[in-house]
């Protein structure tokens, strides 16, 4: 039987981060370097660490992405 791993509430968190990248640790309870592009954001952390973080674009709350293909 599978383990059920609660999904985060990254919400307060995250609130500062608005319409940046940031690298959350493995049990998504800490951002460990954030920054205006992905590679800015890597570039921050050590070598070792990169393969370990989990990398998440924030988005503004609210954000519906829009298509004016139908």
Do not use: C, Q
């Amino acid at each position: 039987m599978e383990a059920i791993i609660a999904k985060p509430d990254l919400s307060k968190l995250l609130d500062k981060f608005k319409n940046k990248w940031v690298a959350l640790s493995p049990d998504y309870k800490s951002v460990l370097s954030s920054g205006d592009t992905l590679e800015m954001t890597a570039n921050k952390l050590k070598k070792t660490d990169r393969e370990k973080v989990i990398f998440h674009r924030v988005l503004p709350s609210g954000f519906a992405p829009f298509s004016d293909e139908v």
